[in-house]
């Protein structure tokens, strides 16, 4: 690993009934690392054990190339973001921000306290109070601090979680500009599916203490290992189907009498799989409009369920699906149940997964049952 960076590596943390198992996991200089999972599955506990609150049981923390496993929490030089940027109530913005420059020589503080408030441009809150202050300028305010310590690593769990939604998505923006400048590396826990696509290059997916798959965002976003962290991921659509390969053919999925081309080149016999399917790779188009050819077929529309800047979309085709579109195509296109439209899928997007046999009848002649319409992501699609 470059010098700057941040490992786990087999690290074991025994925590009553709970424990993290054996977790491997390397953030280098400028990467941001999503750890995502339910709740109660250790994401918090990972970020709290880096920053020295539990005991490490087995394994290691290396962070820019020193074993920081069993040092205290001040030792690490971490800094560990919370809710709110967890700013001190009793303390002015130049009072939190003095607290991350107690390691630089006394001399040498009021000079780096002044170039922060003006790099952050909240010098002229310098005497105020957190409760006085915006949401944008308490995250200023946060980071300020943060930064002042020198980090050689960010923690941030759940920062946006207490904002409205027109605070969160513009102060999610500004984090991020100000991480790919800062370039200190970062790891970040949400639930939050928007925040995992917008900050992270990197993902990994956490259960009852394990990591069950990680890898690029893109890749563990396009290509979910199994059912379950599929689930995790909010991926929208989730059948059974028969995979069927051969010599140096593309592989396809049969679904109750629908054919789709995946991507990629198998061998091997006809399989059961389930087949993930995101909704965002769903091409809704006007009947008779020019796309490509694979994956291409005639739908009805079921339901539209507006959701702000994006429309769900059920659909059916032969097997009922959810697609997520712009609402001003929705408009544009004046889709509503009823209407006839044409979906194209991209073979890139379709992801075979693993059986889980209690998710199907020993004939293989079920699906996952399709839930109710709603706006948040479907957990299953249903033959019709």
């Given at each position: ?22 977790l ?20 918090s ?25 069993r ?18 109530p ?43 202050l ?18 050689d ?78 689930e ?45 399917i ?10 008779g ?33 959810q ?14 149940p ?32 399709a ?13 019709s």
């Amino acid at each position: 690993m470059s010098r700057g960076g941040i490992s786990l590596e087999g690290l074991t943390v025994q925590l009553g009934a709970f424990a993290l198992q054996r977790l491997d996991l390397a953030v280098n200089p400028g990467e941001r690392l999503v750890i995502v999972g339910p709740n109660g599955a250790g994401k918090s506990v990972t970020l709290e054990t880096i920053a020295g609150f539990h005991r490490v049981t087995t394994g290691r923390i290396v962070i820019r190339e020193r074993d920081v496993t069993r040092l205290p929490p001040e030792s690490r030089n971490v800094a560990f973001v919370l809710q709110n940027f967890g700013l001190f109530p009793h303390l002015s913005v130049r009072g939190n921000i003095a607290l991350g420059l107690q390691r630089l020589p006394r001399a040498r503080r009021r000079p780096r306290l002044g170039q922060l408030m003006e790099q952050f441009a909240i010098g002229h809150l310098a005497d105020r109070l957190p409760r006085s202050l915006s949401p944008g300028e308490r995250q200023r305010t946060g980071l300020a601090r943060a930064l002042a310590a020198d980090p050689d690593v960010f923690l941030f769990d759940e920062p946006f979680s207490a904002l409205d939604a027109g605070t969160h998505a513009r102060l999610r923006l500004e984090l991020h500009d100000f991480l790919e400048a800062c370039g200190i590396p970062a790891i970040f826990v949400t639930h939050d599916r928007t925040d995992a696509h917008a900050l992270g290059t990197a993902l990994a997916i956490i259960e009852a203490g394990a990591i069950v798959q990680q890898g690029s965002l893109r890749d563990v976003l396009r290509a979910p290992g199994n059912l379950r962290v599929a689930e995790i991921l909010g991926v929208d659509n989730i059948f059974a189907a028969t995979l069927r390969t051969g010599p140096g053919r593309r592989p396809s999925i049969a679904v109750a009498g629908v054919t789709l081309i995946a991507s990629g080149e198998t061998t091997g016999a006809a399989s059961d799989v389930l087949v993930g399917i995101r909704a965002d790779d769903i091409e809704v188009l006007p009947p008779g409009s020019a796309a490509p050819a694979e994956n291409r077929m005639t739908a009805r529309v079921l339901a539209v369920l507006d959701e702000g800047v994006l429309t769900a979309i059920r659909l059916d085709c032969g097997v009922v699906l959810q697609a997520r579109v712009l609402s001003r195509t929705v408009d544009a296109m004046q889709l509503t149940p009823g209407a006839q439209v044409e979906i194209a899928i991209a073979p890139e997007a379709i992801h075979p997964m693993p059986p889980e046999p209690d998710r199907s009848t020993a004939t293989g002649d079920a699906s996952v049952p399709a839930p109710e319409f709603r706006p948040r992501p479907a957990s299953g699609i249903a033959r019709s």
